[in-house]
C-alpha cells in the first residue's frame, strides 16, 4: 500500500494519463440559504483512491451527489478527464466511465444477483430492442459476453456460489458484493464508493479495504466513508471535510496527526444528520 | 358431461383473450402504476385498420400484422406524447389522460369508420370440431386463439428473461432510480413497454373480433374483463395476469353456460368485489409489499 505519493506526483501505476481523473474546484453548494458546501477542491488522480472522510454533516453525501453530478454546484467546476462536466442525467453517469454504489444498494429483489450484475454490465452493449427480438447472432453473441462477464466479476468478489439466488435471501455483506459487483461490471474508470462500509463487521471491512486497494490497477476510486481505519488503511490521498470545508488534505499519515482533524474528529456531534441535499436513499431492495 | 366440456372449452379460449389483455394491462402498469383504460379502444383502433385492410382486398394475415404493427406503434407514440409529459406528477394524471384518450379514440373511430356493425373475418372456421359424432366447443379459430396467444406470451416471456433489453425493462420496472445509474435508458424502456402492451392488447382485439362483428364499442366489456382478471393475477405480475384470464374466461362461460348468459357481467365485477375484498394484491399477492 502506498501511501506516501505527494498529493502532485502521478500514482507510479499511472501510465497514460496524468492529470486528475476526476477534480473538483472551489465548488460551493448552497440549499435555500444553508451552506453545504463551501470552495471545496479535491482531485481523484489515476489509479489512486481518494478518501474523502468527515464527521457527520460535513457534507460528505452533497459532495458525493457533485461528483456524480447529480446536484449542480452554485459555483466552481467539476472536471472528469479534462472535460468540464454540466449537470448529468443519471443514465449519462455509466457512459463516462464512472460508476457508484448507493448507501441503500438498490438492488434488484426480485432479478437473481447474477442479472442483477448484468444489468450493470450493460453499458457496453451496442445491440439494441430490435436485434433482441429477432435473436440476431450478434445480440445473442452479446449477452453471452455480457453473462460472462458478469459472472468474472461474482468470481472476483468471490460471489459465485449466489449467482442464481435472489437477494432478499442473502446475508448483508454479500448483498454488499453483490452491489459492488454490479458496479465494478460497467468495467468503469472510476469507481464511486459511498459509505461502503457501513454494517460491515471489522473482518469483512478487512476483506472489503483489501478488495478496493486491487481494484486500482484497473481503475481510480473515491471513497466517501466515516470509518476512519478503512480509510486509513485504503487511501493514497485523503481529504477531510467539516461543515462544508476541507479542512485538510494528505497522505493518511498527514492527516492522522493533523490538529484540525482531531479536532473536529473529538468534537463530533453524535447523532447529526447528513447534509441536506442528499439523494433520497433508496430503499433496500429497490422496493 | 358434454356440456361441461363444451363449457370449460368455451371457456378457455375467450380466457385466453382475457389474459391476453390482461397482460396488455399489467405490463404498462407494473413499470408505470398506471392502469391504462384506453387498452381497448387503442385494441379496436388496431382491429378497424386490420378490417380496413381486409375489406380494401388485402388477406387476413396482411391485416393481422397490420394491427400488431399498427399496435406497437400506436402504444410508443400514446406513451411519448400523452403520457411522458405528466410523468412527473402523480399517476392518477396519466390515468385521467387515458380515460380522455379512451373517449377520444371512441369517437375519433366512430368518425373514421363508421358506427355501424360491421362482420371480421375469422382466417380459420367457425365451426366447432366433431369428435365423436358431436360437435364440440373447440373451433379451428379457437385453437388459432390459443395458439396465437401462447405464442405471444412465450416470446415476451423469452425477452424477458433471456434477452438483456428484457433485462433493462424489468430493472427499469423493478426501480428506474438505480436503473438509470447503472446506464439503462429508462424513458425508451417505458416506450417500448407500453408498445408491447399496446401490441398483446391488439392480439386480443382481433382475436375478441374474429368471426363475429365489430363496432366502436365492442372492446368496452373486454376491458371490464380484462381489468377483472388483471387484479385477480395482482396486476403486476404477468403470469397472475394469464392465470387471472383464464380462471375468470372458465369461471364467466359456466356462469353462462349454468346460470344464466345475462349474469355474466354482474358475475365479473362479482368476483372483483371478492377479490378485491377478501385478496386486496390478487391471487399472486406481491402488489402490497412493494408499494412503500
Known sequence: MSATSSPAAPSPGAASATGPVLELRDVTVTFGGVTALSGVG??????????????????????????????????????????????????????????????????????????????????HASVGFLGSLLALPRAAREERELRERARAVLEE?????????????????????????????????????????????????????????????????????????????????????????????????EVRDDPAVLAAYLGEVVGDEDAPGALPATPEGGR | MQQLLNTALGGLTLGMVYAAFALALVLIFRSTRIVNFAQAPMAMVTTFIALTLIDAGYSYWIGF??????????????????????????????????????????????????????????????????????????????????????????????????????????????????????????????????????????????????????????????????FVAAVLGGLESPIGAVVGGLTLGVSLSFVSGYVGSELVALAALGILMLVLTLRPGGLFSQAAERRV
Open chain 1, 42 to 123: 479535491l482531485a481523484v488522480r489515476p489509479h489512486q483512491v481518494l478518501g474523502v472522510i468527515g464527521p457527520n454533516g460535513a457534507g460528505k453525501t452533497t459532495l458525493f451527489n457533485v461528483a456524480c453530478g447529480f446536484v449542480t454546484p452554485d459555483t466552481g467546476t467539476i472536471v472528469r478527464e479534462s472535460r468540464e462536466l454540466g449537470r448529468l442525467h443519471a443514465h449519462q453517469l455509466a457512459g463516462l466511465g464512472m460508476a457508484r454504489t448507493l448507501q441503500g444498494l438498490g438492488l434488484f429483489d426480485r432479478m437473481s444477483v447474477l442479472d442483477n450484475v448484468v444489468v450493470g454490465a450493460d453499458r
Open chain 1, 157 to 253: 468478489l468471490g460471489i459465485a456460489a449466489y449467482a442464481d439466488r435472489y437477494p432478499p435471501s442473502l446475508p448483508y455483506p454479500v448483498r454488499k458484493r453483490v452491489a459492488l459487483a454490479r458496479a465494478l461490471a460497467a468495467e468503469p474508470t472510476l469507481l464511486l464508493l459511498d459509505e461502503p462500509a457501513s454494517g460491515l463487521s471489522a473482518d469483512e471491512m478487512d476483506e472489503l479495504g483489501d478488495l478496493v486497494r486491487s481494484l486500482t490497477d484497473r481503475m481510480s476510486v473515491m471513497l466517501v466513508e466515516h470509518h476512519m481505519d478503512l480509510v486509513m488503511r485504503v487511501c493514497d490521498e485523503i481529504t477531510v471535510l467539516d461543515f462544508g470545508r476541507v479542512i485538510a488534505h494528505g497522505t493518511p499519515a
Open chain 2, 65 to 226: 400484422a397490420a394491427a400488431l404493427l399498427a399496435g406497437l406503434v400506436l402504444g410508443a407514440v400514446v406513451e411519448r406524447v400523452l403520457i411522458r409529459p405528466v410523468e412527473d406528477k402523480p399517476e392518477i394524471n396519466a390515468v385521467i389522460l387515458t380515460l380522455g384518450l379512451f373517449i377520444v379514440l371512441h369517437a375519433l373511430a366512430a368518425v373514421v369508420f363508421g358506427n355501424a356493425y360491421r362482420s371480421f373475418p375469422a382466417p380459420f372456421g367457425i365451426r366447432g370440431f366433431e369428435v365423436g359424432g358431436s360437435t364440440i366447443a373447440l373451433t379451428g379459430f379457437g385453437v388459432f386463439t390459443i395458439g396465437a396467444v401462447v405464442v405471444v406470451m412465450a416470446l415476451l416471456v423469452a425477452l424477458f428473461r433471456f434477452t438483456d433489453v428484457g433485462l433493462r425493462m424489468r430493472a427499469a420496472a423493478y426501480n428506474q432510480e438505480v436503473a438509470r445509474l447503472l446506464g439503462v435508458r429508462v424513458g425508451r424502456m417505458l416506450t417500448l413497454g407500453w408498445a408491447l402492451a399496446a401490441l398483446v392488447g391488439s392480439l386480443a382485439g382481433i382475436l375478441i373480433a374474429g368471426g363475429s362483428l365489430v363496432h366502436p364499442g365492442y372492446m368496452d366489456s373486454v376491458v371490464v374483463y380484462g
